[in-house]
């Protein structure tokens, strides 16, 4: 009996070997964490080596519909819950039927192509990161390729225009508040761009002075910058616009408006008189807003309603 026991024993091993394998379960490239409200769910994926997560609202109007917009948040001290619990994004795409990503920092510094932002980290690895963020969002959601919109504010309104830049060939429209392009991160490649910008700035903003200087950046990092016309002239020549139309002073807003851009783009240039560093309209803890003359976010999204992407020259 242990004889035949042995041998089939070896039998059954040798048919195993032979056996093929049962196929591989595929590992998912994302996967919710955890609901964290109504509509907002947590996910998180693996990006250059690191594991990283952004928070998805998804309002009840884009059930089951197809083509939906896009728009990725990145707020100033790389935090998804402030981007969400400030900027009034939420409210603004239950409003309109549009899905919003608020992207969240590794260590709470986006790599904007500053020097703070580079330090230890790939080169322009967030620019990475914002596009496979809206690969992710895609798919749990059908999405409209030609409606594919960043918002960003001080760091990440500089990520945000460095998107438009390495990106322009698939985001439709950027939008910032303050925020910096850093020119000596785009390459001969990068030099033509075809995404529509809006650039909003407070002249009394101490982060991103009109006239250029000295500020203390991220990490506390002293960082010189240069005048904020002398950065938006590279980006105009860069797009191939038309010349500058402005309003005039607004109630303290004045706005050029850049027409004739690269396949149908253009470009905003908006400044506030007397705002510093916050989030136009934002409501603050006191229940005041922090800019009572205009709303960032309603303002932002009513440009990228005009600006879907259009074909490339």
Not at 62 to 84: C, F, H, Q, Y
């Amino acid at each position: 009996m242990r004889r035949i026991s042995v041998g089939l024993a070896a039998a059954c091993m040798l048919l195993a070997a032979c056996a093929p394998a049962p196929p591989a379960t595929p590992r998912p490239t994302s996967s919710p964490v955890r609901p964290l409200g109504a509509n907002d769910t947590e996910y998180t994926m693996r990006h250059d080596t690191v594991i990283r997560t952004y928070v998805l609202h998804a309002p009840p109007a884009i059930a089951g519909r197809k083509g939906n917009p896009v728009v990725v948040v990145l707020w100033d001290n790389g935090s998804a819950d402030t981007a969400m619990a400030v900027g009034g994004w939420r409210e603004k795409a239950g409003a309109e039927g549009f899905l919003v990503a608020f992207g969240q920092a590794d260590r709470s510094l986006w790599n904007d192509g500053s020097p703070a932002g580079l330090a230890g980290r790939v080169r322009n690895g967030d620019v990475g990161y914002i596009s496979a963020v809206i690969n992710d969002v895609g798919r749990h959601h059908d999405i409209d390729p030609t409606r594919l919109f960043v918002a960003g504010f001080g760091h990440g309104g500089s990520l945000a225009w460095l998107a438009a830049a390495e990106m322009h060939h698939r985001l439709a429209a950027v939008a910032t508040v303050g925020g910096h392009l850093y020119p000596d991160q785009l390459s001969a490649a990068q030099s033509k761009f075809a995404a529509s910008l809006y650039y909003m700035v407070g002249t009394n903003d101490p982060q991103y002075p009109l006239n250029g200087g000295t500020v203390i950046a991220a990490a506390g990092a002293r960082e010189d910058r240069a005048p904020l016309q002398r950065v938006i002239d590279r980006w105009l020549a860069g797009m191939a616009c038309g010349s500058g139309t402005s309003t005039g002073d607004l109630a303290g807003v004045r706005t050029t408006i850049y027409p004739g851009c690269r396949a149908q783009t253009e470009m905003v240039l908006q400044t506030l008189g007397g705002h510093g560093h916050t989030w136009p309209g934002a409501v603050l803890p006191a229940g005041l807003r922090a800019n009572d003359r205009i709303d960032a976010t309603s303002a932002m999204w009513d440009f990228f309603k005009k600006h879907p992407k259009a074909a490339l020259d």
